[in-house]
């Protein structure tokens, strides 16, 4: 049984920092590409970054880049998402996603296997 959980939500102030993990287990992590996506209330689910299954290629949306960074462990069957100079637009349930077939991608059609989110809240 494939599990995706995230982890290392919580509040924060604007302009702070969090770092969310997502563990991986029931599947063959280095063999997909992993995304985060994230969902504010209200709001259609969105792409926030992706991220190849050697590490080597990275996709951001256009909000987040220059502050948010993609990475994982293999070793670890990880995921995370460094996330800096917060701002309360960032504030949504973020959740990890991982892709069998191709590369990084923002449609979230293309992912086979969801977590069940964790709550980012940035207070101003």
């Known amino acids: 049984q494939v599990q995706l959980v995230e982890s290392g939500g919580g509040l924060v102030q604007a302009g702070g920092s969090l770092r969310l993990s997502c563990a991986a287990s029931g599947l063959s992590f280095r063999n997909y590409a992993m995304g985060w996506f994230r969902q504010a209330p209200g709001k259609e689910r969105e792409f926030v970054a992706a991220?190849?299954?050697?590490?080597?290629?990275?996709y951001y949306v256009d909000s987040v880049k220059g502050r948010f960074t993609i990475s994982r462990d293999n070793a670890k069957n990880t995921v995370y998402l460094q996330m800096n100079s917060l701002k309360p637009e960032d504030t949504a349930v973020y959740y990890c996603?991982?892709?069998?077939?191709?590369?990084?991608?923002?449609?979230?059609?293309?992912?086979?296997?969801w977590g069940q989110g964790t709550q980012v809240t940035v207070s101003s």
């Open positions: 991220l190849s299954r050697s590490g080597g290629s990275t």
């Open positions: 996603a991982a892709d069998r077939f191709g590369g990084p991608k923002s449609s979230s059609a293309g992912y086979d296997y």
